[in-house]
């Protein structure tokens, strides 16, 4: 399995330490889309859309990779990513683990924003862990819904 990985100035260094225990903690492959130094000045979706766009790519592939994407808070790097074809971006920035785990055994996230300006290192390792960690149910009335999307 695949973990792309984008970022601007405001998640930068959430992502570079999610990255590190991704690499040596988990052993995962890791494809960083940027930003791959802090610019303070950059402009999130140029770092987001190639994370969204590869997720989506490997998906229409056959390919279950996944993207995690940073910002202050996520929401923006979420719309952003949302707009591709193929892409379920979750947001999360604090609050019950629970809204993780039923992005993924509901909606089937193939992504997750994460926002770096609420999230601890330690919580943002453990929700990242459970976003691998959890499967989609496949149950027919998740399936149904995704379907219409």
Do not use: W
């Not at 056959?62 to 929401?75: L, P, R, S, V």
């Not at 785990?101 to 453990?126: C, I, K, P, V, Y």
Request: charge should be negative; aromatic fraction near 10%; include cysteine.
């Amino acid at each position: 399995m695949k973990i792309y990985l984008g970022s601007d100035h405001a998640g930068f260094a959430l992502k570079e330490y999610v990255k590190q225990i991704l690499h040596e903690e988990m052993t995962y492959d890791i494809e960083d889309k940027g930003a791959l130094s802090f610019d303070a000045v950059d402009d999130y979706p140029d770092h987001i859309m190639p994370v969204a766009l590869a997720v989506a790519k490997d998906r229409a592939m056959g390919e279950e990779n996944f993207g995690f994407i940073f910002g202050k808070t996520g929401q923006g790097e979420a719309m952003v990513a949302n707009r591709v074809k193929g892409v379920r971006c979750a947001v999360y920035y604090g609050g019950s683990q629970e809204i993780v785990t039923l992005s993924r055994t509901h909606n089937d996230a193939n992504m997750l924003s994460l926002g770096g300006q609420f999230l601890s290192d330690e919580a943002a390792r453990d929700i990242v862990k459970i976003f691998l960690e959890t499967i989609f149910s496949c149950e027919e009335r998740h399936v149904r819904r995704i379907g219409k999307f």
